[in-house]
């Protein structure tokens, strides 16, 4: 089994920067990419940045292009997101998920960390 935790989320200003922790745990031998998605309420969860486990691959979402960028630390066994400028439709509860090699889909969700971002 894979153990996800994020941490980093906060309350900021708009125009501020928060850098989001997802600490992973177990069987990380078996992780394919690793996934950051966010959920405003009263909305689906919606997909922002991967990144292959080999560090490689990094993607964001157009929404998040050119202001988050997503990052490893093999060291650390973690992935980073990197928020700049952030806007309060960026407000949400950030989620990481990891992939398995075996599957197409995230799952070993962490409990989350919240992102409030003020006028």
């Known amino acids: 089994q894979v153990r996800l935790v994020e941490s980093g989320g906060g309350l900021v200003q708009a125009g501020g920067s928060l850098r989001l922790s997802c600490a992973a745990s177990?069987?990380?031998?078996?992780?394919?990419?690793v996934g950051w998605f966010r959920q405003a309420p009263g909305k689906e969860r919606a997909y922002v940045a991967s990144?292959?486990?080999?560090?490689?691959?990094?993607q964001v979402s157009d929404s998040a292009a050119g202001r988050f960028t997503v990052s490893r630390d093999s060291a650390r066994n973690t992935i980073y997101l990197q928020m700049n400028s952030l806007q309060p439709e960026d407000t949400a509860v950030y989620y990481c998920?990891?992939?398995?090699?075996?599957?197409?889909?995230?799952?070993?969700w962490g409990p989350g960390t919240q992102v409030t971002v003020s006028p």
């Open positions: 998920g990891a992939r398995p090699s075996s599957s197409t889909e995230y799952g070993s």
């Open positions: 990144i292959l486990w080999n560090g490689r691959r990094a």
């Open positions: 177990g069987r990380t031998g078996a992780i394919h990419s």
